[in-house]
Every structure is written in C-alpha cells, then in structure tokens.
C-alpha cells in the first residue's frame, strides 16, 4: 500500500533563510508526487506537482521540489522565506487510477 | 468564481443525529473525494467517487456513506454521529483519480 511520511510535525526558520521540508513515499509503481499548503482555516492549495520527466519541478511562491527515485523522496524547497509561507504542508502520493495518499503534515513557523 | 462549494461551513450535531455534509463542484472533474483531517494525523481519505454512479471505500469509510447521483455533487451522511467524528471534512475533485486535487474550504464538524 502507498504511504507518505513527513518527518517533520514542526519546523521553524527565521525570515530570509532556505527552508527544506522532508518527504519520502512508499509505492510500488512510479507515482505522481504532489506538495499542497495549507493556511489557517482554509482549504488546500497546490504548489507543485511531478508526473514525469525533469526531477526539479517548479511551483508558485518559489517554491520547488526535486524528485529522487533511489531515496523515495520528494523535498520541497524555497531559498528565502518569506513570512507568508509560515503554513501547513503536506506531501501527498498516487497514480492514474488511485486517490490521493497524503501525509500527517508539517506545521512551519516563520519568525523575524 | 469557479471551484468547489462545501455546506454547512461549520455544525454542532447531537450524537445519535444524522447529517448530510454538501459538496458541489463546477469544474466538471470526473473524480470527487471526501477527507477528514484532524491534528497530526493529516487528511485521511473517508470515500470517493472515480465517475458518476460509482463509489469507493477510503481509509476510514465506517460510519459514512456517499452517494454520487451527478457528477457536480458528492454528498456525505453520517448516518448516526458519534464524538469521535467531530473533525473538519474536506471536499475535493479532480479530473481523474490520482490527478491534482482541488478542495473546498472545509466544514468544522463537532459531534457533542
């Protein structure tokens, strides 16, 4: 069965640092990828997502992610962030003919 | 504006009562889902629906049903609430299953 884990409950960076938040997956074939925010009270939104193809994929908010078969991860990354960003995210697996799997989340903090 | 429309935002229910949570869309996406999220346990997966007139069982299908009459709406019942259903359900759709997921903005259940 596809899981998601996100070793990460918590994190917190100071404004203008790099920030990488962890995922790795379990799935038997090659999966769709996939990294949503979630703000306070608000429904998800997606960032970015891989199919196929080039590794590093680029989503909104300067955000991106690098796909890495051989460690079963897909990392999200952003060089600077930016107050704004402090949210929940969730990595989140599947394929053409499953639903989504998500991971529990990580809850980032962002201080001056 | 386009998207996916969930009612009530929020409801206190009696245990013992039944309810019917509202979910309709207007993006004509093939595949609708239900989510429960609740604190460090992520968004599990209650039921979804691949096509008009066909269901399926997620993760934590017991004590919900859905049924999927047309392909704007998803309904979700629960047939006789329990505390342990107090959460915030999500609605979401997409093209097709395993697709990027486009979600509503929740409905904060309290089952007391």
């Known amino acids: 069965a596809q899981s998601v884990t996100q070793p990460d409950i918590h994190i917190t960076v100071s404004e203008g640092a790099s920030l990488e938040l962890r995922c790795n997956y379990s799935y038997g074939a090659t999966p769709y990828l996939f990294w949503y925010v979630q703000s306070p009270g608000q429904g998800l939104q997606l960032l970015l997502k891989y199919f196929s193809g080039d590794t590093l994929v680029q989503g909104i908010k300067g955000f991106e992610a690098e796909f890495k078969r051989s460690q079963s991860s897909f990392n999200l990354r952003k060089p600077s962030v930016h107050w704004s960003d402090a949210a929940e995210y969730f990595c989140a697996v599947g394929s053409g003919n499953t639903p989504l799997v998500f991971g529990k989340g990580t809850r980032l903090s962002v201080i001056a | 504006t386009a998207g996916i429309t969930q009612a009530p935002t929020s409801q206190i229910l009696a245990a013992g009562r039944s309810m019917t949570l509202r979910c309709t869309q207007d993006m004509r996406h093939n595949a609708m889902y239900w989510y429960r999220q609740d604190l460090g346990l992520g968004l599990r997966l209650i039921h979804y629906?691949?096509?008009?007139?066909?269901?399926g069982k997620g993760e934590v299908p017991d004590g919900y049903s859905v049924s999927r009459a047309n392909t704007d709406d998803f309904p979700l019942t629960l047939a006789s609430a329990v505390p342990s259903q107090t959460s915030v359900y999500f609605c979401a759709s997409s093209d097709s299953s395993g697709s990027p997921l486009h979600f509503g903005n929740g409905t904060r259940l309290t089952v007391t």
């Open positions: 629906s691949n096509t008009a007139g066909t269901t």
